[in-house]
């Protein structure tokens, strides 16, 4: 079993930038994948970023590159999205997921998610 906590959300404005960090406790946090995700009212979740367990490769959802920065700490069991430049439209509920065996966007593929935390931009 692993445990996910997200930290970091909050109100900001547009063009600011925002850390998100998660920490993960139980089974060994190296060995897994992490991903983030997020979901807005009336939406579905969808795929925000991925990092593989190493730290060597990373994933973004299209609307995401150039803006947000996935990155993880296996010292730290902890897994951050570094996000700037926000717009309004990123204003939604950001979750971290850890999986075993996959990576990427597909939200099936993780085994366990966190709570959440809540990031709003305002225009």
């Known amino acids: 079993q692993v445990q996910l906590v997200e930290s970091g959300g909050g109100l900001v404005q547009a063009g600011d930038s925002l850390r998100l960090s998660c920490v993960a406790s139980g089974r060994t946090f190296s060995i897994y994948n992490m991903g983030w995700f997020r979901q807005a009212p009336g939406k579905e979740r969808e795929f925000v970023a991925s990092?593989?367990?190493?730290?060597?490769?990373?994933s973004y959802a299209d609307s995401m590159k150039g803006r947000f920065t996935i990155s993880r700490d296996n010292a730290k069991n902890t897994v951050y999205l570094q996000m700037s430049s926000l717009k309004p439209e990123d204003t939604a509920i950001y979750y971290c997921a850890a999986s075993r065996t996959s990576f990427g966007s597909r939200k099936s593929g993780y085994d366990y998610w966190g709570q959440g935390t809540q990031v709003t931009v305002s225009s």
């Open positions: 990092v593989t367990w190493t730290g060597g490769r990373t």
